[in-house]
Structures are given as C-alpha cells and as structure tokens.
Nanobody, 118 residues
Framework: QVQLVESGGGSVQTGGSLTLSCAAS????????MGWFRRALGKEREWVAT????????YSADSVKGRFAISQENAKNKVYLQMNSLKPEDTAIYYC???????????WGQGTQVTVSS
C-alpha cells in the first residue's frame, strides 16, 4: 500500500503562484509514475501532469502547459506541482496519484483546495 498526502493549497489572486507537494509513504518502490489531477466544482476530474519516477520524464495537459511544472524529489519521496500564472479556471481540488502501471492510477491522496480569485 502507498499513502499520499497533499499540501500547499490555498487562495491566491489571478497571476499568482502556488506549489503543491505530495508526500508518498509505504510501498513506494512499486510505483513507476506519479501525477496530479484536479476536479473543479460541477466538473469531471481532469488530468494535469505526470512524472515517471525512473527517468523523470514529464507530461502535462495543454491547459496548464507553460504554467505548471511537475517535479520530484526521490530522496524524500515527494512530488511537486509548481503552478504559476494562475487563473480563476484553475480553481479546483488538486489530487496526487501514484501508479504501479502505465495504464492505471492505483493510489490517491485526499486532495488540497486551490482557489484563484479574479
């Protein structure tokens, strides 16, 4: 089992920045990738970014490309989401996820709220 705990959410104004952290514990050696998702009120969950733990390869959604960056700190079993130039439409609960396969996300955190005001 893997436990994921997000932190770093909060409220910012348009154009501001936040850094989300995800701390992983447990049987993390089996995980090959970690990612961030978000769910805005009344909308479906949306994938934001992925990082492959082994080689550090990253992918991000077009909606955040150039503004958000996912990174990892392997020694501390942490993954980060640096969010810059935030917009009101980025307002959502952000979730950290971990997967042992490329086809599924097995573990999820509880989420952290990000609110961007205009």
């Amino acid at each position: 089992q893997v436990q994921l705990v997000e932190s770093g959410g909060g409220s910012v104004q348009t154009g501001g920045s936040l850094t989300l952290s995800c701390a992983a514990s447990g049987d993390t050696n089996r995980c090959i990738r970690m990612g961030w998702f978000r769910r805005a009120l009344g909308k479906e969950r949306e994938w934001v970014a992925t990082i492959y733990i082994g080689d550090g390869l990253t992918y991000s959604a077009d909606s955040v490309k150039g503004r958000f960056a996912i990174s990892q700190e392997n020694a501390k079993n942490k993954v980060y989401l640096q969010m810059n130039s935030l917009k009101p439409e980025d307002t959502a609960i952000y979730y950290c996820a971990a997967g042992e396969e490329i086809s599924s996300w097995r573990y999820w955190g509880q989420g952290t709220q990000v609110t961007v005001s205009s």
